[in-house]
């Protein structure tokens, strides 16, 4: 990142004037397909894609150095199974049932991947078809993903080693117009149960979901909060990954207080028997999300101290920077800048005030001081 793009971001930012980056991202008409890496840089897709919270598709050229495009999959395109079991057999892996609902969600097991591919042979053998039904690896979508959005509202990408997939999505906000009757998000935005209007009585205001068709090789971009389902169209292998930054990180905070705010509607009823009926909701929100205020607070301290080391490392004639893999001067600026924001909010928030800090190494206080501080010192660099 460079002095003109963090100068940018920060502009965009305050132009929110605190509304969320998710709730104001423009819903394109189509997905952009990008598909030479030698003309399209990080401020391209930092501008064009992060900030925006707008998905995009890479072309395979981007992805045709990895290991695992030559090792995994035979000459024809499939996947590799003696390579796979040679190299993974003995690991044990969790494997979902797609044909079984539980919720939103579908039941999980756990078995060797040996026992997993001979299930996937025997799968294909039988035209797909099982009466084990239709099983897939966690995390590599071997079949399909429900509809969902990404954990903490985060970024993701997905890069299909081999196979084809095709992507439904829906931008921020018009997942509302897809719950039913009783509130809940569908499982299948496919299924004809959901043409019913008597289930779903407000799906006559959604959009059409943008859809995309995913080659071997290629990478999807998932923005922040962008509802989407999945479906492989093919034998299927993919590589994914999830991340926060500075883009993201108020979607996240955001997101954990609703969470939070749902739990306690919950078990409100209860708020003025149970002792500590705070602590508790924070507790089943960790039991439900992953993550609890105090956890999201340690989250932040341990980005907030690596960026401070970062920033006291820049030297005179450092504040620019070539583009690399690393993280540069100015996007460490940016970061720390972000961060203060949403640690601002963090520590008014009266549940979060609610939380015993006082065996923390460091008060919320003390490190947004510290925060500010460098935001002021850096905001000419």
Request: net charge negative.
């Amino acid at each position: 990142m460079d002095r003109e793009t963090r100068v940018f971001a920060e502009s965009y930012f305050r132009g929110l004037r605190g509304r969320l980056p998710s709730n104001v991202c423009r819903t394109p008409g189509r997905v952009d397909f990008i598909e030479k890496p030698d003309s399209f840089s990080y401020t391209d897709f930092f501008k064009g894609y992060l900030l925006p919270n707008v998905p995009c598709v890479f072309s395979s050229a981007f992805t045709e150095s990895w290991g695992s495009r030559r090792h995994w999959v035979t000459p024809s395109g499939k996947p590799d199974f003696d390579y796979l079991l040679q190299n993974y057999g003995d690991v044990v892996v969790p494997v979902a049932n797609c044909g079984v609902q539980e919720y939103n969600s579908n039941p999980k097991e756990h078995m060797p991947f040996r026992d997993y591919i001979s299930y996937w042979k025997e799968f294909i053998q039988g035209d797909y078809s099982s009466p084990r039904g239709c099983l897939y690896l966690k995390d590599w979508h071997l079949c399909r993903s429900p509809f969902h959005a990404d954990i903490f509202r985060s970024f993701s990408w997905s890069v299909n080693i081999c196979g084809r997939k095709k992507w439904f999505f829906f931008p921020p906000g018009q997942e509302e117009a897809l719950r039913d009757c009783h509130g809940g998000l569908p499982y299948d935005v496919t299924a004809p149960s959901f043409l019913d209007s008597r289930l779903h009585p407000v799906c006559e205001h959604c959009s059409p979901p943008l859809e995309i068709t995913q080659e071997a090789g290629e990478m999807v971009f998932v923005p922040s909060g962008w509802h989407h389902q999945v479906h492989n169209l093919e034998d299927t292998i993919s590589i994914n990954h999830n991340w926060v930054n500075g883009c993201n990180l108020a979607n996240m905070w955001h997101f954990l207080q609703q969470e939070l705010c749902t739990v306690q509607q919950e078990i409100s009823e209860w708020r003025n028997t149970m002792p500590d009926w705070h602590h508790h909701c924070q507790v089943i929100m960790r039991s439900c999300s992953g993550i609890n205020f105090e956890e999201f607070y340690h989250f932040l301290e341990v980005i907030a101290k690596r960026r401070l080391l970062l920033v006291k490392d820049i030297g005179p004639g450092e504040v620019e920077c070539v583009e690399g893999s690393g993280l540069g001067p100015q996007q460490t600026i940016f970061d720390i800048g972000r961060i203060a924001e949403v640690l601002a909010s963090v520590v008014v928030n009266p549940d979060f005030q609610r939380v015993d800090t006082s065996m923390f190494s460091q008060q919320p206080e003390d490190l947004l001081q510290q925060l500010e501080e460098v935001v002021a010192a850096t905001e000419s660099l």
